[in-house]
């Protein structure tokens, strides 16, 4: 079946449909991963877009349940050079094209990918439809047209999980607070763990709470409108800020309670909660041309020089220029566009940084942040 | 970290002549270092003793040696050069070698010289794969269960605990020679006496087999802040058994999913850094099992390979480069990427298309070879394509092989003809004989060989289930599900053979990579017809960039490939604008010679101020490095591809000439297509290469050409003969490197040419020349401008007549020849370079018998000598060339006179025989070697020992010389051996021989041939109580026996040589060698052509 994809300036491009069919909206961009479509996929933080992988052949290895970011797709669209009909892995338990159709994900194939994303790259992310089946292109360009912008869109909302849960052995186990006693929340795990870490839900991948609990931790999963008071209710020994979608401007709430927080318990955000720190500490944020999507991304740590390879799923960023240097470290920097990838507060032990360190998919350069974590509890 | 500024002086290794396992992906890298370290402002000092590449241009380097690789001749050189540091991770393993040979005899420590790049013990504990093993024990890296062997007794030891197959490596060998896997007890133990004796130091790896496990290639860079980064991931089509040089491989990774491509990733880093690589490249390969993800690591290369000129022009990450900069000290973030200029060398590529390279081997060119493929690398060249599907890529890869294929098929050429058999299926018949070929395939398909991915092609139009394809080869099922779709649509298109084809079916047949030529044969047109179908529906290539980073920075430099997509990214021109077509994949007869030669052009039209555009498809070269010339374009050299270039680049001039063979059979059609060819005519191409025509050539010129005749049947072919009486050589038209051409002494062995060695039919008549015995054969390469013609260089064959061209050493200039002949030479050069209007190079061989000059051919291009002239007289010729082809004069240029060097250059040939097993050792009219190296002295006899030094084999100054040789050669080698005797070596021979000897009253150790029993004269050579062999062929009955001596020459690696013209070039050798009485000094290019100023002032 005949599929579109149609930009908000008017290009539209015509390929065929796989996965589900159907229409979707949402904010085009690219990734420039190789490997690791499933990963990127099932990542919360796609929330919102159309997501075009840059390496043309998708789908060669299947699916699997081992790499699985969360419970199921979160991309509204995903755009292919050529969709691989036939996977082969010994890890695969089915083809991309099944999975994709039982989440209603709609998928369109045989698209010059490399023209979308220098497009993108030149002209910006765009708002854009893909849809299935016959259609008329002005039209979806006028659809395109009426997607809403993702500046000011709280998209953590969307993703966030209703009612905490704990993380143990690949799965959620949801659970509230025992209201007489909130910590009595940390005994019903079966595992004992040496650390308590609470995790903020903005959109969380499952590769972070894999680290956390492959380091000892018990991991406790919360809604992202928990209040500073909640949290601290549950005594935790740290604090983990995850990655998530949308913009960061757009959730205040998160905000005003992470500038409570700061001062009281060990944080370690990534990536959205990087953001949402960074605004807590006074910061700015702004929105990239093109963001950073990819598996290749340099940054330096600028206190020892090394430099490490990272994965990175972002359209927005703090700017460094913001921060109060005397309050807040700036101890990472991408090399490829000098933007801000990571702080330190000067007084207490909160850290964050833009990219991510669970990888998944990507490098894993950066685990030692998790060690760094762990650490700060100690 | 800043460079190093303790450092002023920097010796560079490079990996001599070209072999089987080492090629010119070391010119591309020693040549990238060169570059960068001079760009960095050090002085840097190169040896390397061959003279076909880039790298030992006087250019590249501050003082460029070329002299033999050996310790005995780098000491030379550190001797008078003191460089600070020695960086030897470039040139292969070669200079690995013989660096470690230096450091270990405490050479680098007493001329105070640092190793850099990667120091000893890290080398060591990469290349000796007991400590290899031990490290990965140290890591937590699994490598395969097996240990070392170092007796044949300890061997049946450890293949109790690794089973059948057994794999058996030898320590320390290029190429994984004597490498290869047993499936039985007797295999075992020959692999294994094999295995021992190849290894420099008796030592052999029994490892358990992972054959049929996918294997993987990681190339990682390391700078001294011990950043590492991935700059590539190679799957290999041809699972673990089949050497990686051996294998189609892709790029990236194709079925890994990100937990297992992290986890390779990961041990990568975890290699590099036990190993104790501290900078530059390094290639390490895994095994992988396709049931359960089980990781092994194979092994490390601490340096720059083969796969990193790959994985180079893969990604367009200049390894080499960034290597080069790295060992004296800068970092990866401190280093720009040239590509996107904004962003640092310390990324890892990703790529946005698929990269597939196929290797090209010469088995045709060793009729008793072994054709398997194992362990032991055999392939002598390889071509690489870029396509955005694997299908694209894999096809593009098929038709640059220059194998006379158009893709996977579908070009006329298949086992299966897929008309044919949908023909016969509807009508019912043809099931048996598919039956039939299905056993066949299953047999051959389990027995990896260079037509396996053909076979694959064939079991599939035969509806053999990938399943099984999968049991038998070991490929990927991904792959094969892939290339199944490329014969559906062969069947698709098949269905339209009446003109009809839809649009959309035509831009989905090109996607998929299918040529023009294909699609013609399928639908019953031709490649004109196709293309212009083609060009009305608007289904036009497009050109996209090589950019390193997926389009996500904007890229700088225009490296494209093309593919049928909508957006086409090449900029207009801006100025004059040269296209130069290159060679393709490297093949023995057309190697890094014509790579060379183009490089040089670009560079001096680069100089010259017009936009230069370089188009080949073999990643082991300089001309694909993307910043050599303005524009790259990564494709094959087929008519269809270089019209696509043509067609949008719109270039002012397109030249033919430098790239061999393959250019130059595109001249014709090319130029039918309007495209402006520069330099001599496509027609005067013709003319020299059409007998008739150049028949009538020489005799309105009054030169004297050898009688022969253009044959279009055997009836014909022994009319010709008898004519002009035997013996004859016979050949197939429009050939280079003697391809299939053979010397015949009578009728039956004519016939017996005809029926089996060569496909006859109108467009491919056989040509027939008087073979003139005994003559000396001499080549001469001039350059034209259209009025004046100026000599390179006069080039005196050593071996006689009847060994072809490129296989004979040869001395420059001529010193046993009458002045008088040299002047005929001279003037039948003007003369022929005059008439054939020749603008550019020109090439002519001559034969003098009887004191009578004989043209044998003329070709008016660039040759395989051009880089050795240039070198030996101190004049790029191929930048002449170039200059003249625009519009210069040589007046211009300043080129007048022909420079007779005051010194002897001379070129020895580099033999692949001892990597194929059951080779015989002859030289003939075919051409069979694979490289050469140069020896220059002012005495010929020494020039010519370095040169052999160079090779390899080294002349002996004492001890045994063998001498065998046939009747007709009894009484000429009276006086070598006497010669010999004088020198004071023992003189063996076998009984014909060593009778005429005895008779002549020189004193001879008899020995046993084979058949007289033991100790035989095999026996000899094995235990090493020889150390020359003097063995000319004894003609048909004694075969046997000859093969054996020479095949145990080559097994004991003594020198074998098999002309008596050689052997008298090597007695004087050894005379000059001990006369000399004090060293032989060591002297650079740059000096001896100080000399030659000197000489003309």
């Known amino acids: 079946m005949e599929a579109w994809l149609a930009l908000e300036d008017g290009t539209v491009y015509e390929g065929e449909s796989f996965g589900a069919t159907g229409k979707k909206v949402g904010e085009v961009v690219f990734n420039t991963s190789m490997i690791g479509y499933q990963e990127v996929l099932t990542d919360p933080s796609y929330k919102g877009q159309i997501v075009t992988m840059t390496y043309p052949l998708i789908g060669n290895y299947g699916v699997n349940p081992g790499d699985l970011e969360s419970l199921h797709p979160h991309v509204e669209g995903f755009v292919v050079r050529e969709y691989q009909r036939n996977p082969s892995n010994w890890r695969s338990t089915g083809s991309l094209d099944r999975f994709l159709d039982d989440h209603g994900v709609v998928g369109i194939s045989g698209i010059d990918t490399r023209a979308l994303t220098r497009r993108l790259r030149v002209d910006g992310v765009m708002r854009g439809v893909i849809s299935s089946g016959a259609a008329d292109p002005d039209t979806l360009v006028e659809q395109a047209r009426a997607v809403p912008r993702m500046l000011g869109q709280d998209l953590v909302r969307e993703v966030t999980t209703d009612r905490p849960y704990r993380w143990e052995g690949e799965r959620r186990i949801y659970v509230d607070p025992p209201d007489d006693d909130p910590e009595g929340i940390w005994d019903g795990f079966d595992e004992p763990g040496t650390y308590r870490v609470v995790v903020m839900d903005y959109g969380v991948k499952h590769n972070i709470l894999r680290n956390l609990a492959r380091r000892g931790c018990q991991v406790l999963v919360l809604p992202a409108d928990y209040t500073a008071e909640q949290v601290l209710r549950l005594n935790p020994d740290g604090i983990m800020l995850s990655n998530g979608p949308g913009d960061p401007g757009a959730v205040q709430y998160a905000i005003e309670e992470l500038k409570v927080l700061i001062e009281r318990k060990p944080i370690f955000g990534i990536c959205i909660g990087h953001q949402l720190l960074g605004m807590a500490l006074g910061g700015e944020r702004f929105k990239l041309k093109f963001g950073h999507r990819g598996a290749n991304q340099p940054v330096r740590q600028n206190e020892s020089g090394r430099v490490e390879i990272t994965a990175q799923n972002h359209g927005f960023a703090i700017d460094a220029d913001t921060l109060d240097e005397s309050e807040v470290e700036l101890t990472h920097i991408n090399l490829n566009d000098r933007t801000l990838e990571g702080l330190r507060h000067r007084r207490y032990p909160v850290f964050s940084v833009q990219y991510h360190p669970e990888a998944s998919p990507g490098p894993h350069d950066a685990d030692y942040l998790f060690d760094r974590f762990i650490a700060s509890m100690q | 970290m800043p460079k190093r500024t303790d450092i002023e002086s920097i010796l560079i290794i490079g990996s001599g002549p070209i072999v089987i396992g080492q090629a010119c992906e070391f010119d591309y890298s020693g040549t990238q270092a060169c570059r960068a370290l001079r760009e960095e402002g050090y002085r840097v000092v190169l040896i390397n003793s061959n003279p076909a590449t880039i790298m030992t241009d006087p250019d590249m380097a501050d003082r460029t040696y070329v002299e033999p690789i050996t310790a005995e001749y780098v000491e030379k050189v550190i001797r008078r050069e003191r460089p600070d540091v020695l960086l030897p991770t470039l040139g292969g393993q070669t200079a690995l070698n013989v660096a470690v040979e230096l450091a270990e005899s405490g050479t680098l420590d007493r001329y105070g010289v640092e190793l850099i790049g990667a120091k000893l013990e890290a080398i060591k504990m990469a290349e000796d794969r007991e400590l290899f093993q031990k490290a990965m024990e140290r890591i937590g890296l699994e490598v395969p269960r097996g240990g070392f062997a170092r007796t044949v007794e300890e061997a049946w030891e450890l293949v109790k605990n690794t089973g059948f197959p057994a794999i058996i490596r030898p320590a320390f060998t290029l190429g994984g020679a004597g490498g290869s896997i047993a499936r039985s007890e007797s295999e075992y133990a020959e692999a294994v006496e094999w295995g021992l004796s190849t290894s420099p130091i008796t030592e052999v790896l029994i490892e358990e087999s992972v054959i049929g496990w996918k294997e993987y290639e990681l190339e990682v860079m390391r700078d001294l802040a011990d950043n590492v980064v991935i700059i590539c991931s190679i799957e290999n089509f041809d699972p673990m058994g089949v050497h990686t040089g051996d294998s189609i491989t892709v790029a990236p990774a194709q079925t890994l999913t990100d937990k297992e491509y992290q986890a390779l990733r990961n041990a990568s880093i975890k290699v590099i850094r036990e190993i104790g690589v501290e900078t530059g490249g390094s290639n390490i390969q895994f095994a992988v099992s396709p049931e359960d993800g089980r990781i092994l690591a194979i092994e490390m290369n601490p340096r720059v390979s083969r796969s990193s000129a790959l994985a180079s022009k893969a990604t367009g990450f200049p390894i080499a480069k960034i290597a080069a900069k790295l060992a004296v000290g800068y970092t990866l973030d401190e280093i720009p990427n040239d590509i996107t200029r904004e962003t640092p060398a310390s990324f890892e590529p990703t790529i946005d298309y698929v990269v597939v390279k196929i290797p090209r081997w010469a088995f045709e060119k060793f009729p008793n070879a072994d054709t398997q493929l194992g362990t032991q690398m055999k392939s002598v060249g390889e071509t690489m394509a870029i396509g955005r599907t694997f299908k694209e890529a894999v096809q593009k890869g098929l038709r640059g092989l220059e194998i006379d294929r158009h893709g996977l098929g579908a070009d006329g050429k298949d086992a299966v003809d897929a008309g044919a058999l949908a023909a016969g299926r509807n009508a019912g018949q043809a099931d048996d004989q598919a039956d039939g070929m299905l056993d066949d395939l299953r047999e051959q398909m389990t027995r990896p060989t260079a037509e396996r991915i053909f076979q694959i092609k064939t079991a599939l139009q035969l509806g053999m289930p990938i399943e099984e394809i999968y049991a038998l080869t ?397 070198k030996a007289i101190g004049v790029p010729l191929a930048q002449l060339a170039a200059r003249v082809m625009v519009g210069k004069t040589l007046r211009d240029l300043g080129f007048t006179e022909e420079i007779i060097p005051p010194y002897a250059s001379v070129k020895e040939v580099v033999l692949p025989f001892v990597k194929f097993a059951g080779s015989d050792s002859l030289l003939g009219p075919e051409m069979k070697s694979t490289g050469e190296v140069m020896g220059i002295y002012e005495e010929p006899g020494i020039a010519f020992a370095k040169g052999q030094s160079a090779a390899g084999g080294s002349l002996p100054l004492s001890g045994t010389v063998l001498v065998s040789v046939n009747a007709f050669d009894h009484e000429n080698v009276v006086d070598i051996a006497r010669e010999l005797d004088g020198l004071g070596f023992t003189i063996m021979a076998t009984s014909g021989t060593g009778r005429t000897l005895e008779d002549a009253g020189l004193e001879v150790v008899r020995v046993n041939k084979v058949w007289e029993g033991e100790p035989h004269i095999v026996d000899h050579i094995r235990r090493s109580d020889i150390q020359l062999i003097i063995n000319t062929p004894l003609g048909k009955s004694a075969r046997d026996d000859d093969y054996m001596i020479r095949r145990a020459a080559i097994e004991a690696n003594i020198p074998c040589i098999t002309t008596l013209s050689a052997a008298w070039s090597a007695v004087k050798a050894i005379q000059a060698l001990k006369n000399e009485g004090r060293e032989i000094s060591v002297k650079s290019l740059q000096e001896w052509h100080e000399t030659l100023k000197e000489a003309r002032v």
């Open chain 2, 474 to 870: 070991g490929v990927d099922p991904w792959f094969l599900h892939n290339l199944r779709d490329i014969v559906e649509l062969e069947g698709e298109i098949g269905a339209h053979r009446n003109g009809s084809m839809p649009r959309n079916l035509l831009h989905r047949a090109k996607q998929a990579g299918f040529s023009d030529v294909q699609i013609a044969h399928l639908t019953g047109s031709d490649e004109r017809s196709v293309r212009s179908r083609r060009i009305e529906a608007r289904v036009d290539a497009v050109f996209k960039t090589v950019d390193t980073c997926a389009a996500e920075f904007e890229a700088m430099t225009p490296y494209y490939y093309s593919t049928y997509e909508t957006e086409n990214e090449t900029r207009p021109k801006t100025r004059e604008t040269i296209m130069i077509l290159g060679g393709g994949p490297n093949r023995i007869g057309q190697g890094i010679e014509f790579d060379y030669c183009c490089v040089q052009a670009v560079m001096a039209l680069k100089e010259d101020g017009y936009e230069t555009i370089m188009v080949n498809s073999n990643p082991e070269t300089v001309s694909t490095d993307y910043d050599i010339s303005d524009r790259l374009f990564f494709e094959p050299l087929t008519f269809e591809d270089v019209m696509n270039i043509v067609e949008t680049e719109k270039p002012d001039g397109v030249i033919v000439q430098f790239g061999g063979q393959t250019p130059l059979k595109l001249a014709l059609s090319l130029e039918r297509a309007g495209v402006p060819i520069i330099g001599t005519s496509p027609d005067s191409i013709d003319l020299a290469e059409d007998r008739k025509r150049f028949g009538a050539l020489t005799k309105a010129l009054g030169i004297p050409h050898p009688p022969h005749g253009t044959v279009f049947s055997f009836e014909e072919a022994l009319e010709v003969a008898s004519e002009i009486g035997y013996p004859v050589l016979v050949r197939p038209s429009y050939v280079l490197g003697g391809r299939n051409m053979a010397l015949v002494y009578d009728d039956d062995s004519l016939q017996n040419y005809m029926r089996t060695a060569v496909h006859v039919s109108p467009e491919h008549p056989i040509l027939i020349d008087k073979f003139l015995e005994d003559a000396f054969e001499y080549d001469v390469d001039a350059v034209s401008d259209g009025t004046d013609v100026v000599l390179g260089g006069i080039m005196e064959h050593i071996e006689e007549a009847g060994i072809h061209s490129g296989d004979s050493a040869c001395v420059l200039p001529p010193y046993m020849v009458k002045p008088m002949h040299i002047d005929t030479m001279r003037n039948y050069t003007h003369a022929l370079a005059r008439s054939l209007k020749v603008v550019g190079l020109i090439n002519v061989q001559y034969a003098i018998k009887n004191d009578v000059v004989y043209v044998l051919e003329v070709n008016p291009r660039a040759s395989r000598t051009i880089p050795f002239v240039s």
